[in-house]
C-alpha cells in the first residue's frame, strides 16, 4: 500500500507516516519531484529528492521507493543511492499490538503514553436521543 504522484516526498510524508500507523503491510512511496510550478514543470533538484526520501527511510517508514511526474533518470540513480544502506520498514504484527483499541466513527488507540482520556458517549449512529 502506499502513495504515488500528485506530492513531493515531504508533502508525502505525513500520509505515509499514518498509513504506517494502519497497516501491517508494506509501504511503497513515489512522489514527484517536489510539486509543480507554475508552468507545470518540477523543479526539485535529484539531490533534494534523494535527502528526502532517505530521511523517511532512515525514519523506518518505507519499503519500495521511486519516482513519479517531474522525475528523471538522475533523481532515480541519487534515490538508490541515498536508500541503498537503509533497512525497510518492519510492518508491525499487528496495528493494535499493545494497545486499547476503541471505535466510534473512527478507531481510537489507547497506549502506555497516552494522557488521561474521558471516554463518554459522542458517538450516536443510531440517531436515538
Known amino acids: 500500500i502506499g502513495l504515488n504522484c500528485a506530492l513531493g ?3 508525502m510524508r ?3 507516516e499514518a498509513i504506517g500507523k494502519c497497516t501491517t503491510t508494506y509501504i511503497i512511496c513515489y512522489p514527484n519531484a517536489g510539486l509543480p510550478n507554475t508552468f507545470g514543470g518540477y523543479d526539485e533538484t535529484p539531490q533534494v529528492t534523494g535527502k528526502h526520501i532517505k530521511d523517511l527511510a ?5 519499503n519500495i521507493v521511486g519516482g513519479c511526474c517531474g522525475t528523471t533518470p ?3 540513480r541519487k534515490i538508490a543511492e541515498e536508500v541503498k544502506a537503509c533497512k525497510p520498514r ?3 504484527a499487528s496495528v ?3 494497545y486499547m483499541l476503541l471505535s466510534g466513527l473512527e478507531p481510537f488507540r489507547i ?3 497516552t494522557n488521561f482520556v474521558n471516554i463518554g458517549e ?3 449512529v443510531a440517531g436515538s436521543r
Do not use: M, T
Not at 532512515?58 to 518505507?62: F, H, P, S, Y
Open 9 to 11: 516526498a515531504v508533502e
Open 14 to 16: 505525513p500520509f505515509i
Open 58 to 62: 532512515l525514519d523506518g517508514l518505507v
Open 74 to 76: 538522475a533523481h532515480i
Open 90 to 92: 518492519i510492518p508491525p
Open 96 to 98: 493494535s499490538e499493545g
Open 111 to 113: 497506549g502506555k503514553y
Open 122 to 124: 459522542r458517538c450516536n
